[in-house]
Structures are given as structure tokens and as C-alpha cells.
């Protein structure tokens, strides 16, 4: 095997998506996931603890996705057509974040599971404009599937 089909491995796409994208979005899910689990097979008296951790984790993490944005549109220039949609998109996730640690619990994932939800729409409309890769919302689908879906059992436990 050559040097180039070592690198053309190490960098090959699964499901449209690059391999290490892939490996570090799985990587996000691990707190959400490592929560949820802990919230239905640990103490019950620990599910309002564990309840808090997936709270704020969904906020870092939902904030984090706004920056992708602000990433987009400091690599473009100012003339371009979409840096002004990244800039205010970007800064989108995190004003809904922030409300959501203050508010009782339940009322906070709940706006949090509106922000995952709101952020993918986003990441489709700049993809289908051409706006950040294609192969970025096919990435975001599951990962935010998965992230609601902890968020769901979390409200529930």
C-alpha cells in the first residue's frame, strides 16, 4: 500500500461526510449520551443533577454551532453575499442558550431542543446556497437527532 492510499484512506468520506468530522461530532455526543444513560440507570435522586449537566452541555454545545458561523463569515469578505446571514446567524444559538440556563429546567431544554432544531434548518439553507459544505448538514442531521432525543429523556427523568 502506498503513502497515498494510507492518506486516501485515513481521509475517506462516510455517508458523504469526512471521516474525522465525523469522529469528533460522535465524540460531542458523549456527555449527552453519557447523561442520559446515568439519568435512567443511576440514583434517582441524582436525575435533577444529571438533568443540569445536559442543560448546560446543550447550551456550550449550541453555541459552539453559532460559531461555525461566525467562522464562515470572518473567512469571507465583507462584499461577500452571505457575511452578513453568518454573522447573525451566528449569534442566534447562543441568545437562545443563554435564556434557556436561567429558566426553570424543563423550560430550558425545551428552547434548547428549538435551537438544535432551528440551527439544522440553517445549516441546510447555507448548504443549499453553497454557503459551507455540503456534506456539513448531512453530519448535523443525526448528531442533533441524537442530541434531542437526549434532551427528550432528559426532561422525562
Known amino acids: 500500500m502506498t503513502i497515498t492510499n494510507i492518506e486516501n484512506e485515513k481521509n475517506k468520506n462516510i455517508f458523504g461526510i469526512p471521516r474525522f468530522p465525523l469522529i469528533l461530532g460522535a465524540m460531542g455526543l458523549i456527555p449527552f449520551w453519557g447523561c442520559t444513560i446515568y439519568s435512567l440507570l443511576g440514583p434517582l435522586e ?20 453559532g460559531g461555525v458561523h461566525w467562522g464562515c463569515a470572518i473567512s469571507r469578505s465583507k462584499q461577500s453575499t452571505h457575511y452578513k446571514k453568518h454573522l447573525i ?7 437562545l442558550g443563554w435564556p434557556a440556563l436561567m429558566l426553570p429546567q424543563d423550560i430550558g431544554i425545551a428552547i434548547l431542543m428549538i435551537g438544535f432544531v432551528l440551527t439544522l434548518l440553517i445549516d441546510i439553507f447555507f448548504s443549499e446556497i453553497s454557503s459551507i459544505p455540503k456534506w456539513y448538514p448531512k453530519l448535523r442531521k443525526p448528531l442533533s437527532v441524537s442530541v434531542i432525543v437526549c434532551l427528550i429523556i432528559a426532561t422525562l427523568t
Do not use: D, E, K, R
Not at 47 to 56: A, G, I, K, P, R
Open 89 to 95: 446567524f451566528s449569534v442566534i444559538p447562543s441568545l
Open 46 to 65: 441524582t436525575s435533577n443533577l444529571t438533568q443540569t449537566f445536559v442543560l448546560f452541555y446543550g447550551a456550550i454545545i449550541l453555541s459552539f454551532l
